[in-house]
């Protein structure tokens, strides 16, 4: 740390103004050594020497913290860099589970809750996977990455159908819709229906010919709602 500062000093001493890297290394080496309040003295300064910090500066400050076991500390440093609109990464998420480790007693509520959160912002668990081993036990955080494999393994559900026969037609109705472009030739459309309530897609007689006749929503000057039929898909 003294090295950093006396690089740091000189560089002020010529008229020479610190980068944000500069302020950062002399930060990482009082969180090497776990000095927090040096760490934090020196944020205030880069901030009075006008140079904002960085998503790097306020990793640096929580892997301190995360260091003494200081929970409530890391959670207020991630909620300024959302405040300030920087973005979490997965980073800060193994500097809190670790800070509920090292807390007293490890705090292993907040650990997985902050599992959760990382999983909610699309994040990769694997990165925190040792941390949360250490804090929750392996057995707990098998559970956890098998509960979150089996829901990741699950396909989407499939759009719901519903089939009816009605002589010799047959009425699907699709969710969401397969809507034809308002934008056919005006020729190959049978007009405004207006029937708020009609099936989007309708197995129907098209002008005379059988096939698939296509629903639409459709705005006119003379009709407030209703459907115009395309044209058919057979």
């Given at each position: ?7 740091l ?39 009075k ?10 990793g640096?400050?929580?892997k ?12 207020a ?18 500097s ?23 999983v909610?912002?699309?994040l ?19 559970q956890?990455f098998?509960?979150?494999?089996n ?20 009425h ?18 049978s ?8 099936p ?23 009709q ?11």
């Open positions: 740390t003294r090295r950093a500062e006396h690089h000093g000189r560089m002020l001493e010529l008229g020479l103004k610190p980068s944000i890297v500069t302020y950062n290394s002399v930060m990482n080496a009082y969180s090497a050594v776990g000095d927090a309040g040096g760490a934090e003295a020196w944020m205030a300064r880069m901030v020497d006008g140079v904002m910090p960085t998503e790097v500066t306020y640096t400050l929580c301190v913290f995360a260091h003494h076991g200081l929970v409530d500390e890391v959670k440093i991630m909620a300024t860099v959302e405040r300030r609109g920087l973005e979490l990464n997965e980073y800060f998420f193994a809190l589970i670790a800070a509920c480790r090292l807390a007293s007693p490890p705090d292993v509520p907040s650990a997985i809750k902050a599992f959760h959160d990382l909610a912002r699309g990769r668990p694997q990165c925190v996977k040792r941390a949360l081993e250490r804090v929750a036990g392996q057995r707990r955080t098998s956890l098998a509960t979150l494999n829901l990741q393994a699950k396909p989407p559900p499939p759009p719901a159908t519903h089939m009816m026969k009605s002589g010799s037609l047959v699907q109705m699709l969710t969401p819709p397969h809507l034809v472009p308002p934008n056919l030739p005006s020729s190959r459309c007009g405004i229906v207006v029937q708020p309530d009609m989007k897609l309708v197995a129907s007689p098209v002008d005379g010919a059988g096939g698939l006749g296509v629903y639409y929503p459709h705005k006119d000057a003379g407030a709602d209703g459907w115009m039929m395309g044209e058919s898909t057979d």
